[in-house]
Nanobody, 122 residues
């Protein structure tokens, strides 16, 4: 069984930075894409950023130039460095791992973390 555990959320003032981390644990052989999504109160979950195993990244327009996604393949960990935070970035941030291959498994699975709350005060 694969588990994703996020950390690093909290309360920050507008304009400040915050760094999220997500560790994927289990009998993991390979993870294709890791990413961050967020869900604000009363809104649908939306993509923030993704990164493939070879380092290709994708960002939502609303976070480009402010957020940076990175990953450590050896540690099965993905990071999200968030700078110049705005009140509208307030949301629960969820980690996602897609195309996860584990020992004895021959097809990729998708997993979600439980989320970490980021609150940006004005």
């Amino acid at each position: 069984q694969v588990q994703l555990v996020e950390s690093g959320g909290g309360l920050v003032q507008a304009g400040g930075p915050l760094r999220l981390s997500c560790l994927a644990s289990g009998s993991i052989v390979r993870i294709n894409t890791m990413g961050w999504y967020r869900q604000a109160p009363g809104k649908q979950r939306e993509l923030v950023a993704t990164i493939t195993s070879d380092g290709s990244t994708k960002y939502a327009d609303s976070v480009k130039s402010r957020f940076t996604i990175s990953r450590d393949n050896a540690k099965n960990t993905v990071y999200l460095q968030m700078n110049s935070l705005k009140p509208e970035d307030t949301a629960v941030y969820y980690c996602n791992a897609d195309g996860v291959i584990t020992i004895g498994q021959y097809y990729g699975m998708n997993y979600w973390g439980k989320g970490t709350l980021v609150t940006v005060s004005s």
